[in-house]
């Protein structure tokens, strides 16, 4: 079987090539189409198959892309969105006419390229396997038809129930888990975007070459605070003092500012969550505790959030978001994983947007975090099991 592997981000790549080795143990074949010239370019010198998306000449056949990232994120034109769905669907044409393949694997799936290589799949019979964080650590998210709320087990849980696992089991790690995320103050997210991106030099050439530059970040946020001479967005909000164990709160913890399963999956975005949440904290007769994401790089976010705080008069807080969480009367959110962790303490949550678990039953949320998440880490360096990569191509035919 062959597979075709498609890249969005430079940074992904090592994570590609780790996945790529396991499949080929498996005895498949592997090509890959990038939207990242630096990822191509890594490629091509280490004798891969790989050919590069830029953008059509052409935008006819082209559907309506507004639901897509650089649409939603990036503000990029209807023309443009359609020249890169073109260009996309012409490389994997190419691509396809001299080695056929039977699969395509794609991050998310949100972005017109996922788009184009998601229709293209559907005219040549072509299986589809979505990836993206869990963030459940160590684990590995894949799905035949989308990412989040988009995805299959999202609209037919009961699927996970052909993956079973026993209560003790589930137990045992979850109290695990629970004590590993108290003593967790940074998310993966942020410490990525601390990390200065050398590949995004030859990506921001690969523009002149025609390359789509689809990232909303070219450099690590703090290489862009020390040029912006300006300060990292979480500290434009100033904390407030109060008694985490000894006041009524509803707990809301903001989604970045440029979140796909925002952007894609919702008609709430951050600011209205702030209304929603202070009108259910005034009902309750209690405060509302807000924490800004701590990757959020966006300053201009966070001035409107600072803004907000004067309208409605929330509190800041940064402490850890699970103990925030623990003594929070009501935790609310518009459909980050916060909600599964909320699910895992046993608090009360209330999910504004469209979320993957939103359907999800006790014994669902079991199966899918022991079952059906991939025993993968994609930021490790170590091989990935040829077992589990079997297991991500079996969930890409359910």
């Known amino acids: 079987m062959t597979i075709l592997i498609h890249i969005d981000w430079n940074r992904r790549l090592p994570f590609y090539r780790r996945l790529a080795r396991a499949l080929k143990a498996l005895g498949h074949e592997v090509v890959f189409l990038s939207s990242s010239m630096a990822a191509w370019s890594e490629l091509r010198w280490q004798g ?22 650089e649409a939603a994120a990036l503000q990029w034109p209807q023309t443009r969105c359609a020249q890169l769905y073109t260009g996309t669907i012409l490389a994997a044409t190419r691509i396809h006419n001299l080695q056929p393949f039977d699969g395509i694997l794609l991050w998310n799936g949100g972005s017109v390229a996922g788009k184009a290589l998601t229709d293209f799949a559907v005219r040549h019979d072509i299986w589809t ?99 912006l001479r300006r300060g990292p967005a979480s500290e434009i909000l100033q904390e407030d003092a109060f008694d985490i164990t000894g006041t009524d709160y509803v707990f809301l913890p903001l989604q970045l500012s440029t979140d796909t399963n925002v952007l894609l999956n919702s008609t709430v975005n951050n600011e209205v969550a702030l209304y929603r949440a202070a ?44 103990v925030l969480m623990e003594h929070a009367r009501l935790i609310a959110t518009i459909n980050s994983t916060v909600g599964i962790e909320a699910r895992l303490l046993r608090r009360p949550v209330t999910i504004y947007g469209n979320a993957l678990y939103t359907n999800f039953t006790d014994a669902h949320l079991r199966n899918y975090i022991l079952g059906w998440l991939l025993d993968i880490d994609h930021t490790a360096t170590s091989e990935i099991p040829p077992e589990q990569a079997a297991a991500l191509l079996e969930r890409c035919r359910v």
């Not at 891969?48 to 990232?69: K, N, Y």
């Not at 990757?295 to 402490?319: H, I, K, N, W, Y």
């Open 48 to 69: 891969e198959t790989a050919a590069l998306c830029r953008f059509g000449h052409t935008t006819v056949d082209a559907p309506r892309l507004d639901d897509t990232i």
């Open 129 to 227: 396997g979505f990836l993206e964080i869990s963030n459940i650590s160590g684990k590995l998210f894949v799905d035949s038809q989308g990412a989040n709320a988009r995805a299959h087990i999202a609209a037919k849980p009961d699927i996970l129930m052909r993956y079973p696992v026993s209560e003790e089991l589930f137990n045992t790690w979850k109290q695990s888990f629970l004590a590993q995320k108290r003593n967790t103050h940074v998310v993966p997210q942020s410490m990525d975007r601390q990390r200065f991106n050398s590949g995004a030099i030859l990506d921001l050439i690969g523009i002149f070459a025609g390359v789509p530059w689809t990232r909303t970040e070219t450099m690590s946020s703090k290489t862009r605070r020390i040029l």
């Open 279 to 322: 009108n259910e904290a005034q009902e309750m007769g209690c405060k509302l505790v807000v924490k800004l994401h701590p990757a959020e790089v966006d300053p201009a976010f966070a001035r409107r959030v600072r803004a907000l705080q004067v309208t409605l008069g929330f509190l800041v807080s940064r402490a850890n978001t699970f």
